[in-house]
């Protein structure tokens, strides 16, 4: 009776695609929107690692106005409490950094050169340094210059010595003079497609912080990266609850997750899709079986006829479909994992990894 089960499959190929089409097609929405969330979550906290690896502790005053587009503008950070986390046992090194998002560069068509999502970001200029590479000329060493990195130089076409128009704060644009240009650890051009204008301390603080004297992030190095929690629990007790202190490791997670809750609705929607197309897909399984066992009603009383009792038949119809089922899932879920990894983010190319938050400077 098995037997004659599954000659009876392979006897008519076309009705088994097509009833496996319908259940592949399900599976392979229900499956592909938790691997693709899934996947994208850890590709993005990946991501998010590397963009911190030479970071051993930031520092950074909590917001106290939030935008009306839910963001929060940087508060800045007096200059004096930077001898304050240099006291700290096991701090070798703070250094204050500006970087805020908000730049906004002028081409020369005279048009702002447009950003597809990532932020463009305002940094003081603190020197090269693991991560911070200049590829051509000199950081700014005057009011009047700037340097760029190289995603923004392309996008407008800029070489050292070109005169750049930067809006910022101000309502009133700056012109300045290119100094360098630099990139990235690995090649990279950006990170996360970017776009940053460094400029001397003084000038930085006054345009993105509005003020002089001031930073939003304090970049703190430690003696000893074993003694990484300890520090950053002295510096949090010290500084006390109105600054952020979070270690490298900290804040790749806290981006992660903010990531991972993104995607979440992405999965909503995924799966709103997939449940309609699995509604179908069952209406369609259940129409294309009944439409086999009404074409096969001679074939099964041939079998009745020949001796096979009623509950062999009803069985060699349920070892179809369990067999249907079983390989079209199968294929369905091969085929959504494999679209999924197929479309994920690259973590290697120049200025695929992910921009860093409004607070979250350049590495040192």
């Known amino acids: 009776m098995l037997r004659a089960t599954l000659k009876s499959l392979l006897s008519r190929k076309l009705r088994l695609l097509l009833s496996a089409m319908s259940v592949v097609l399900a599976v392979m929405f229900v499956s592909g929107a938790f691997v693709l969330s899934d996947t994208l979550g850890r590709t993005f906290e990946s991501l998010f690692t590397s963009v911190y690896d030479y970071t051993d502790i930031q520092v950074a005053a909590k917001p106290k106005v939030a935008s009306n587009e839910g963001a929060t503008a940087p508060a800045p950070i007096a200059a004096s409490q930077l001898d304050t986390i240099a ?3 096991g701090v070798r090194k703070a250094t204050g950094l500006v970087f805020a998002d908000g730049v906004r560069v002028i081409g020369s068509n005279g048009k702002v050169i447009p950003s597809s999502g990532p932020p463009r970001f305002g940094a003081n200029w603190t020197g090269e ?24 130089a392309s996008l407008g076409n ?3 010595g070109d005169q750049v128009k930067v809006l910022t704060l101000d309502p009133k644009a700056h012109t300045f003079t290119i100094s360098g240009i630099f990139g990235y650890s690995g090649g990279r051009d950006s990170i996360g497609g970017a776009q940053v204008v460094a400029f001397t301390e003084p000038v930085a603080q006054k345009l ?3 003020d002089t004297g001031v930073y939003n992030v304090v970049d703190v190095k430690v003696t000893n990266k074993a003694d990484l929690a300890k520090v950053r629990d002295a510096l949090r007790d010290r500084l006390g609850p109105q600054y952020t202190v979070d270690t490298g490791k900290d804040l790749a997670k806290k981006n992660a997750d903010q990531i991972k809750k993104a995607l979440s609705f992405v999965t909503y929607v995924l799966l709103g899709f997939a449940a309609v197309a699995l509604l179908v897909g069952i209406f369609l399984i259940l129409n294309t079986f009944s439409i086999i066992v009404a074409q096969r009603t001679q074939e099964l009383a041939l079998l009745r006829a020949m001796g096979a009792s009623r509950g062999q038949v009803i069985r060699s119809v349920m070892v179809e479909a369990t067999v249907i089922g079983i390989i079209a899932s199968l294929v369905g879920l091969g085929l959504a994992v494999w679209r999924s990894i197929a479309r994920r983010p690259r973590p290697v190319p120049a200025g695929r990894h992910p921009a860093p938050s409004p607070a979250s400077p350049r590495r040192r």
């Open 87 to 89: 006291s700290v046992p």
């Open 158 to 160: 800029f070489k050292v």
């Open 208 to 210: 993105m912080l509005g």
């Open 129 to 152: 340094d693991q991560l911070v590479q200049l590829r051509s000329g000199t950081g700014p060493t005057s009011d009047g210059q700037v340097a760029l990195n190289a995603k923004l």
